[in-house]
């Protein structure tokens, strides 16, 4: 690159680097808060929570990569314009790709980055964070659980044991309502936790299952001799996967043991998880295309800069929410797969296209509108703050 496309590159990249760092942070509190049920019992839990909660941060960091991306690479832009530096480019006879070639080289970068998480890094930290919280409940029921005594563990889930000796239990009682719609109550004589191929469960034994319908009131009972629950979210075996499909490798996805359950009985959550990392990077060239197209055309320090970042928002958007909405059909229906990966390179060719034609999207109507509206919007607030000012300086008189 030369000297301008390095120095274009460097602030785009630590524009992004500061969006990316903030938006990780707020998302990364709000989910280790949502999960810090699972410590209120435990003070060893308590002692290795933000251990578990930073597994979180890598899956959290590839999603958010392309906005923070698209952010940072229009806060530059705009940069640029502000300080008049894009304008004496353009005048100097510097080639429109001196500002377009830093910016898909920081989305190629970004791509490379989610790439590596999603298949190699992510699936590793899911697995960990998934192992942390089995430990600290196996830890909660064999060694915090006061015999006799009812501790609500989770919201919606209590549990109670008569006796614990290690890793045996006796007179497990567990009532979980988490589900509105249904009720259940468990009861084992005996209860144990195993590990068996690396997964830890909680196999109970003899007992039985009320289930009642919260709608009519009505109520099964269910004997059974041996049930198992997964310690990662205390649910059965049979609701569920031992080694839930973020915890898989790229080439068990790929590839799947014809004999695992869920690939018999839900293969296409597999295909669905598959199709999401394999498209994931393509995002990030996408959204550093997007981003010039709406910000790198030179303006004047005057023109608003609000609607380039208020439409580059809202396209980016706009295409993640297709994205997430034909990721949920494709569990349901395989046919969605190619549209999957149509909807970024869509955006990728189209964006290429605008960049390649010099097209100024400044010119287009719903950019005009965006910036009038962003403009009078902020006049309006002008205006009221100073009223408000102006009439607390007079009662103050």
């Given at each position: 690159?030369?000297?301008?496309?390095?120095?274009?590159?460097?602030?785009?990249?630590?524009?992004?680097?500061?969006?990316?760092?903030?938006?990780?942070?707020?998302?990364?509190?709000?989910?280790?808060?949502?999960?810090?049920?699972?410590?209120?019992?435990?003070?060893?839990?308590?002692?290795?929570?933000?251990?578990?909660?930073?597994?979180?941060?890598?899956?959290?960091?590839?999603?958010?990569?392309?906005?923070?991306?698209?952010?940072?690479?229009?806060?530059?832009?705009?940069?640029?314009?502000?300080?008049?530096?894009?304008?004496?480019?353009?005048?100097?006879?510097?080639?429109?790709?001196?500002?377009?070639?830093?910016?898909?080289?920081?989305?190629?970068?970004?791509?490379?980055?989610?790439?590596?998480?999603?298949?190699?890094?992510?699936?590793?930290?899911?697995?960990?964070?998934?192992?942390g919280i089995r430990a600290i409940n196996a830890d909660t029921i064999t060694l915090f659980l006061q015999p006799g005594r009812f501790e609500k563990v989770q919201d919606g889930l209590e549990l109670s044991i008569g006796s614990a000796r290690g890793s045996?239990?006796?007179?497990?009682?567990?009532?979980?309502?988490?589900?509105?719609?249904?009720?259940?109550?468990?009861?084992?004589?005996?209860?144990?936790?195993?590990?068996?191929?690396?997964?830890?469960?909680?196999?109970?034994?003899?007992?039985?299952?009320?289930?009642?319908?919260?709608?009519?009131?009505?109520?099964?009972?269910?004997?059974?001799?041996?049930?198992?629950?997964?310690?990662?979210?205390?649910?059965?075996?049979?609701?569920?996967?031992?080694?839930?499909?973020?915890?898989?490798?790229?080439?068990?996805?790929?590839?799947?043991?014809?004999?695992?359950?869920?690939?018999?009985?839900?293969?296409?959550?597999?295909?669905?998880?598959?199709?999401?990392?394999?498209?994931?990077?393509?995002?990030?060239?996408?959204?550093?295309?997007?981003?010039?197209?709406?910000?790198?055309?030179?303006?004047?320090?005057?023109?608003?800069?609000?609607?380039?970042?208020?439409?580059?928002?809202?396209?980016?958007?706009?295409?993640?929410?297709?994205?997430?909405?034909?990721?949920?059909?494709?569990?349901?229906?395989?046919?969605?797969?190619?549209?999957?990966?149509?909807?970024?390179?869509?955006?990728?060719?189209?964006?290429?296209?605008?960049?390649?034609?010099?097209?100024?999207?400044?010119?287009?109507?719903?950019?005009?509108?965006?910036?009038?509206?962003?403009?009078?919007?902020?006049?309006?607030?002008?205006?009221?703050?100073?009223?408000?000012?102006?009439?607390?300086?007079?009662?103050?008189?």
């Amino acid at each position: 690159m030369t000297l301008l496309e390095r120095y274009v590159f460097g602030r785009a990249l630590m524009n992004s680097l500061g969006a990316l760092a903030s938006l990780v942070l707020i998302v990364w509190i709000v989910q280790a808060l949502s999960r810090v049920d699972i410590v209120k019992s435990t003070a060893s839990a308590a002692g290795n929570v933000f251990w578990i909660a930073l597994m979180l941060l890598p899956d959290l960091a590839a999603g958010i990569v392309p906005f923070a991306i698209l952010i940072g690479a229009i806060q530059a832009l705009n940069g640029l314009n502000a300080d008049s530096e894009r304008a004496v480019m353009a005048a100097s006879g510097a080639s429109p790709k001196v500002v377009a070639k830093p910016v898909v080289v920081l989305g190629i970068c970004g791509g490379i980055s989610i790439l590596l998480v999603a298949h190699v890094i992510g699936p590793m930290s899911t697995r960990a964070f998934r192992d942390g919280i089995r430990a600290i409940n196996a830890d909660t029921i064999t060694l915090f659980l006061q015999p006799g005594r009812f501790e609500k563990v989770q919201d919606g889930l209590e549990l109670s044991i008569g006796s614990a000796r290690g890793s045996n239990i006796t007179s497990l009682f567990i009532a979980d309502s988490r589900d509105p719609a249904t009720e259940l109550i468990y009861f084992a004589r005996e209860a144990r936790i195993a590990d068996e191929d690396g997964r830890s469960l909680l196999l109970l034994s003899d007992g039985q299952l009320h289930r009642r319908d919260v709608k009519d009131d009505s109520v099964a009972v269910v004997q059974f001799q041996s049930y198992a629950f997964d310690l990662a979210d205390l649910k059965p075996a049979s609701q569920g996967d031992w080694i839930r499909t973020s915890e898989r490798s790229t080439a068990d996805l790929i590839s799947p043991n014809p004999a695992d359950k869920v690939y018999r009985e839900d293969p296409n959550s597999l295909t669905s998880e598959l199709t999401d990392r394999m498209t994931q990077w393509l995002y990030a060239i996408a959204f550093a295309l997007w981003a010039v197209v709406v910000a790198a055309q030179p303006r004047t320090n005057r023109q608003a800069s609000s609607a380039a970042m208020t439409l580059g928002l809202a396209g980016g958007l706009g295409l993640k929410a297709l994205g997430f909405l034909v990721l949920a059909q494709i569990e349901t229906n395989v046919a969605f797969v190619p549209l999957a990966y149509l909807l970024p390179l869509s955006a990728i060719i189209l964006d290429s296209w605008l960049i390649w034609a010099n097209v100024d999207i400044t010119e287009w109507i719903v950019y005009r509108r965006t910036a009038d509206g962003l403009h009078a919007a902020s006049a309006a607030l002008s205006r009221l703050f100073q009223g408000r000012k102006a009439s607390a300086t007079g009662a103050g008189r």
